[in-house]
């Protein structure tokens, strides 16, 4: 009779041990992060790229916890994730928290969410990863909003509110549900972080946009202004392998066209499904496929730069139109403005500046018209330029008119205005009359964030929030004064 044999206990022990060793081992390669993560949390990261212009959940989390230096990092660790819901965002974002705190001695880790709830949850997750056998690791007891560990790391969450960042000096900020936060909460959070001899200080702005005038849009606009890499990632980076369905008959075909049998991520294909139906079509492209936010609250929902946005130049054989919104601390904004024989209203380029005189204005003015001024057919502007300044005791369109640009303008009303523009975008019978040069960056984010306030008693005119109601202003001053000339106020003052 064969006589069956056990490990013993040593042999055990062994074993636990160099498990428990491992752990302590720092990742050095991309392949090894996986793998450590997956083998030690139990998270197989999705690591393939699916749409051409995204990136992996990998990718984000290897460049967050890599401290080396190459020609792709910038002087910080800043950076953006936009991902769809269920995504892993926050969970991933805990997995790099704790990751810093384990590789990286005196690493200190603040967490700020949208909201206290938000906060807590990539809380939760990291205080369910050191649960799970990373108790040695810990200097003392995990308290409710904070922890420490034995190398001098540690992680703190911190509540929305200005009082609560300020005066926070710490290597990384992962900021949950940015597009929730309060405006004065974020800047105050972008003097909190500091580098150290051994950790690169880094902002990590992370969230689905929902909005196309919320600090997501914000900052992911301004992003390669600044350097900052954008980490985004859909429903089809996070889906699992698609491997036994038919395409022809999947609610999910129209948008998928395949893409979920190249896919490796964990989201349930019959749980995207279910969502899929919940949800409205703006709903779905908003918060999983991230192609853009909700226009619900948009006052030009029907402007796509699909459409009006084309490469138009100066045509020398149609009259040329400038219309104006005066600024000082909000910015002063020229729009160039042809028509063309379709009635077709053609913006050719923008000026957009703060914080500088009209003298400085007329100059630039002058020097970006492509004809002699007084071969420009119409400069319009807005009515309250013609209101005297107590201090110099002129007025903008005196000034203006003094420098040889002859303004004009009638009053008219905002509804009105916005209507023409509208009717641009698109008319009754389908038609767009409105194409927008490309050289005219601040305008065409205007017509795409331009809303009505948020408030609980919203009102029928949008909001003036001082960045895109200005633009907007300018091109509302050619539509009043050209579609009404031979009404248009020119009295000298």
């Known amino acids: 009779m064969t006589q069956l044999t056990f490990p013993v206990c040593s042999d055990i022990e062994r074993a636990a041990g160099v498990y428990a060793e491992l752990r302590r081992i720092r990742p050095q390669t991309r392949r090894d992060l996986k793998n450590y993560v997956k083998v030690f949390l139990g998270i197989n990261v999705p690591d393939r790229r699916i749409c051409p212009e995204h990136q992996s959940p990998m990718d984000y989390l290897w460049y967050a916890f890599c401290e080396s230096k190459n020609e792709l990092r910038a002087v910080n660790q800043d950076l953006i994730v936009w991902a769809n819901r269920a995504g892993g965002k926050t969970e991933l974002a805990a997995v790099a928290t704790l990751l810093d705190c384990l590789f990286k001695p005196d690493c200190q880790v603040r967490i ?5 709830e938000q906060a807590g949850r990539m809380y939760e997750y990291l205080t369910g990863f050191l649960r799970n056998g990373y108790e040695q690791f810990l200097a003392g007891p995990v308290r409710k909003n904070k922890c420490h560990f ?8 911190l509540t929305q509110s200005a009082t609560s960042v300020r005066g926070q000096h710490v290597q990384k900020l992962r900021c949950d549900e940015l597009e929730l936060f309060n405006d ?41 202004q600044f350097g900052t890499p954008v980490f985004k990632w859909c429903v089809w980076e996070t889906i699992e392998k698609c491997v036994d369905r038919n395409c022809s008959q999947c609610p999910l075909s129209e948008d998928c066209r395949g893409k979920a049998k190249a896919a490796s991520g964990y989201l349930k294909i019959d749980d995207c499904i279910t969502q899929m139906r919940r949800a ?12 853009r936010p909700s226009r619900q609250n948009v006052v030009f929902d ?18 040329l139109y400038r219309a104006l919104d005066f600024g000082f601390v909000n910015p002063f904004v020229c729009l160039w403005i042809q028509v063309d024989d379709a009635g077709v209203v053609r913006v050719i380029d923008e000026y957009v500046r703060s914080r500088a005189t009209i003298d400085v204005h007329a100059a630039e003015m002058k020097s970006r018209t492509p004809v002699a001024e007084e071969k420009v ?11 005297v300044n107590d201090v110099t005791g002129t007025s903008a369109v005196r000034e203006l008119r003094a420098l040889g640009i002859a303004v004009r303008f009638k009053r008219s009303g905002i509804l009105e205005g916005i209507e023409l523009i509208r009717r641009a975008i698109r008319s009754g019978d389908g038609k767009s009359r409105l194409l927008v040069s490309p050289r005219c960056p601040r305008l ?15 009102g029928e005119l949008p909001q003036k929030d001082g960045l895109y109601d200005h633009p907007i202003d300018a091109l509302r001053y050619f539509f009043i004064n050209q579609t009404h000339s031979s009404k248009t106020t020119t009295r000298r003052y």
Not at 446 to 457: D, F, I, K, L, N
């Open 444 to 458: 065409i984010e205007a017509m795409q964030c331009y809303h009505y306030s948020e408030s609980a008693t919203p």
């Open 112 to 116: 700020l969410g949208g909201s206290g």
């Open 377 to 387: 057919t119409a400069t319009f502007c807005d009515p309250a330029g013609k209101s």
């Open 302 to 319: 029907k402007f796509d730069p699909a459409v009006h946005v084309q490469r138009i130049d100066y045509d020398p054989n149609l009259p």
């Open 280 to 291: 409205s079509r703006v709903g779905w492209e908003a918060e999983m496929l991230c192609t």
């Open 184 to 224: 004065d909460v974020f800047a105050a959070a972008k003097f909190t972080t500091q580098s150290t001899q051994e950790v690169t200080a880094g902002i990590e702005l992370i969230s689905t946009m929902h909005r196309p005038y919320g600090l997501m849009q914000k900052v992911v606009t301004s992003a390669p």
């Open 150 to 157: 034995v190398n001098g790391s540690a992680v703190e969450v």
